[in-house]
């Protein structure tokens, strides 16, 4: 079975604080597809990144960037000098590259960021 | 633009009501999805569909169904509503796993349902 953890329910910072988002996964696939998702307060999940099992290469995207670990099972979200615009429920999520083709989702961390 | 479209953003019903809740994606995709989302556990999977006329149970199917007669339209029927039914209800629809695209979700604004 697959299954996404992110620890941390909530983060507050304050703008211009960079600020990381963990997410630990488990999975038996030895392919397997990563993502975020961004859901601002209007409710519309936004696509960030997917990230194949087999590129573990870091990937930055200007404020944005990811560090995908295979030893460690995890795919933490950095957002450098936030800001208020980056307050949002962010989601870890998983899928693999046969069987179920739907996404397995974490349950999500609450990023405030304070003017 | 890559679009999903649900019928109500805002939903009360009442218990041991029939509900629908529609979907519909105007980018051709093979693939669509129904989620629903709790505070503290995420987005979980209620029921996919591959293809029309085609659906597989996700986590959680007990007490909804579906149907998919057309391949932008992907329906969520709850066939009596009960109150722990209360939640957020998103859809989502992607392109088959053959696309480099592959399993990319995208997503609708969301149905607030509320069952009284």
């Known amino acids: 079975a697959q299954k996404v953890t992110q620890a941390q329910t909530e983060i507050s910072v304050v703008e211009k604080e960079d600020v990381t988002l963990d997410c630990v996964y488990e999975t038996r696939d030895t392919t397997y597809y990563l993502f975020w998702y961004k859901q601002p307060p209007s409710g519309e999940l936004v696509f960030l990144i997917r990230?194949?099992?087999?590129?573990?290469q870091n990937e930055i995207s200007g404020r944005y960037s990811w560090n995908f670990q295979k030893s460690t099972s995890s795919f933490n979200f950095t957002i450098t000098a936030s800001q208020v615009v980056d307050s949002a429920v962010y989601f870890c999520a998983l899928s693999g590259y046969t069987g179920r083709r739907a996404l397995t989702f974490g349950s999500g961390t609450r990023l405030q960021v304070q003017p | 633009d890559v679009k999903v479209t649900q019928s109500s953003r805002y939903l009360v019903k009442r218990t041991g009501e029939k509900v629908f809740l529609e979907c519909v994606q105007d980018m051709d995709h093979e693939n669509m999805f129904w989620y629903r989302q709790d505070p503290g556990l995420g987005l979980r999977l209620i029921y996919f569909?591959?293809?029309?006329?085609?659906?597989e149970k996700g986590d959680i199917p007990e007490g909804y169904s579906v149907s998919r007669e057309k391949k932008e339209r992907f329906s969520l029927i709850l066939e009596s509503a009960s109150t722990n039914q209360t939640s957020m209800y998103l859809c989502?629809?992607?392109?088959?796993?053959?696309?480099?695209?592959?399993?990319?979700?995208?997503f609708g604004p969301g149905t607030r349902l509320t069952v009284l």
């Open positions: 989502a629809s992607s392109w088959s796993e053959l696309a480099e695209a592959y399993n990319e979700q995208f």
């Open positions: 990230r194949n099992s087999f590129d573990e």
């Open positions: 569909s591959y293809d029309v006329k085609m659906k």
